[in-house]
C-alpha cells in the first residue's frame, strides 16, 4: 500500500518550484518594438534616423520570479525595451550587423550591480528595416547568441568612484555601464569632442544635484558640465552611450557649476 503523505512529499529539497536547471527553458519575448536609429553606409542614411522594428527572446529562469512574486527575479520587458531603444537611437550604426551585435552583448551581459534583474542565459533577435527596399519587400536580420559569448569580451575598470563595463566599442561608438558605490560620485566634468547620451537605470541617483529616477535620459552638449551622486545604500548604474568611443582625454574635471540640461524624453510603454 502507498501512504499517501510519503506521495506528496516533493522530490527534491531545493525549495517549492524548484525543478532541475537542464529542464527549466523559460523565455520572455518582446515582439514588434518599434525603435528610429541611424543605420546604413550610403551617404543618404547617415544623419536622417531610420525606423528599425525589433523582436527579441530571451531564455531566462523565471523560478525565483514564480515562487516569490518579485520583479527583480525575472526580466522586466518596461526596462528591458527602454535599453534596447536607448542604445538604437543613441548610437550610429552602418550596418544592421553591427546593430544587432551590440544589442545582444548589452542585454546577455551580466546584470549590472545596479540592475536588479535576472541574467539573459540566449537569446534570439530579430532587427527588420520595413521601409529600406521601398515596399518591394521586407530586409530583417535574425541572430541567435548566448551569455558566453557576451561575457567573454566584456571587460570592468575601477574607478575611484566606482566601476565601468566595456560593455562594446565599435568604430564609432562605444557602449557603457558607469557603476557608482553607495556615497560615491562621478564629479563635475565636461566632453568637447565626444556626443554623450545617458538613461539611468535605477532609484537612487541625483544628475545635477536634483533626482534622476530611472529611466530618466540625458544627452550632454559639449561643453555642458554634469555629474552624478548616489547617496543611496545601494549600487546605481548608468548606461551610458559615447559618439566617438570613450577618449580618455575628453573627460575633463572641472570647477563651478552644473549645466542646465533638461532630460531628454524618456522611453515609455503605452
Known amino acids: 500500500m502507498i501512504d499517501a503523505r510519503r506521495a506528496r512529499r516533493p522530490l527534491t529539497r531545493a525549495g517549492r518550484g524548484s525543478i532541475p536547471t537542464s529542464v527549466a527553458r523559460d523565455t520572455i519575448e518582446i515582439r514588434g518594438l518599434p525603435v528610429s536609429c541611424v543605420v546604413g553606409v550610403y551617404a543618404r542614411e547617415r544623419d536622417v534616423p531610420q525606423p528599425l522594428v525589433v523582436d527579441v527572446m530571451m531564455e531566462t529562469s523565471i523560478e525565483d520570479a514564480a515562487v516569490h512574486e518579485k520583479l527583480r527575479e525575472t526580466l522586466d520587458y518596461a526596462a528591458i525595451a527602454a535599453q534596447i531603444a536607448f542604445l538604437l537611437e543613441s548610437c550610429r550604426f552602418r550596418l544592421l550587423e553591427t546593430a544587432a551585435h551590440a544589442l545582444a552583448k548589452l542585454l546577455l551581459a551580466e546584470p549590472a550591480p545596479g540592475e536588479r534583474r535576472a541574467p539573459v542565459d540566449r537569446l534570439r533577435l530579430t532587427l527588420t528595416k520595413p521601409h529600406a527596399l521601398g515596399g518591394r519587400g521586407v530586409p530583417s ?48 566634468h565636461v566632453h568637447r569632442v565626444m556626443q554623450e547620451s545617458e538613461l539611468v537605470l535605477g532609484d537612487g541617483l541625483l544628475c545635477q544635484s536634483r533626482p534622476a529616477p530611472a529611466g530618466s535620459v540625458f544627452r550632454w552638449p559639449h561643453g555642458a558640465a554634469h555629474r552624478y551622486d548616489n547617496p543611496s545604500d545601494r549600487w546605481q548604474t548608468i548606461l551610458c552611450v559615447d559618439v566617438p568611443r570613450f577618449l580618455p582625454d575628453d573627460e575633463v574635471e572641472v570647477d563651478g557649476e552644473p549645466a542646465e540640461v533638461a532630460p531628454d524624453r524618456a522611453w515609455e510603454a503605452e
Not at 157 to 185: C, F, M, Q
Open 141 to 188: 536580420l535574425a541572430i541567435e547568441r548566448d551569455a558566453a559569448w557576451a561575457r567573454a569580451t566584456v571587460t570592468r575598470e575601477t574607478k575611484k568612484w566606482g566601476t565601468v563595463d566595456v560593455i562594446h566599442e565599435l568604430r564609432d561608438a562605444g557602449i557603457y555601464r558607469l557603476n557608482v558605490a553607495p556615497g560615491a560620485s562621478i564629479p563635475l
